[in-house]
C-alpha cells in the first residue's frame, strides 16, 4: 500500500474546537493544481511534464522496484515509462 499525504488520513479523534482551513477547500484547491498540471502536461509544456514527473515518480518508482526488487532494472523501467508519457502526451485523456 502506498503512503497516503496527511491530509488523507482519516482521524481518529475529532479536530479541536478551533477553526482549520476546510479540507474541502484545500482537496478543491489540489483538484485545480491537478487538472492545471495535466492541462500543460497534454498540451506538451516541459514544465508541466516536469511537475507531473515530480508528482508521480516517487509512487511510480516505489511500485517498479517492489516488483522487480532492483534498483537500476527499476530507473531503467521508470525512465522509460516517463519517455513513452512524454511522447504521446498529445493521445493523453
Same mark, same amino acid.
Given at each position: &500500500?502506498?503512503?497516503?499525504?496527511?491530509? +488523507?488520513?482519516?482521524?481518529?479523534?475529532?479536530?479541536? !474546537?478551533?477553526? *482549520? %482551513?476546510?479540507?474541502?477547500?484545500?482537496?478543491?484547491?489540489?483538484?485545480?493544481?491537478?487538472?492545471?498540471? &495535466?492541462?500543460?502536461f497534454?498540451?506538451? +509544456?516541459?514544465?508541466?511534464?516536469?511537475?507531473?514527473? !515530480?508528482?508521480f *515518480? %516517487?509512487?511510480?518508482?516505489?511500485?517498479?522496484?517492489?516488483?522487480?526488487?532492483?534498483?537500476?532494472?527499476?530507473?531503467?523501467v521508470?525512465?522509460?515509462a516517463?519517455?513513452?508519457?512524454?511522447?504521446?502526451?498529445?493521445?493523453?485523456?
Amino acid at each position: &500500500m502506498f503512503p497516503l499525504p496527511m491530509s +488523507d488520513v482519516p482521524l481518529l479523534f475529532p479536530p479541536s !474546537r478551533k477553526k *482549520a %482551513p476546510s479540507s474541502d477547500a484545500k482537496r478543491q484547491s489540489r483538484a485545480d493544481a491537478d487538472r492545471e498540471m &495535466m492541462r500543460c502536461f497534454t498540451s506538451g +509544456d516541459e514544465a508541466g511534464f516536469a511537475t507531473f514527473y !515530480r508528482r508521480f *515518480a %516517487p509512487g511510480l518508482f516505489s511500485l517498479v522496484y517492489r516488483i522487480l526488487q532492483e534498483q537500476k532494472e527499476s530507473e531503467d523501467v521508470l525512465q522509460e515509462a516517463f519517455v513513452q508519457m512524454w511522447k504521446n502526451t498529445a493521445t493523453y485523456d
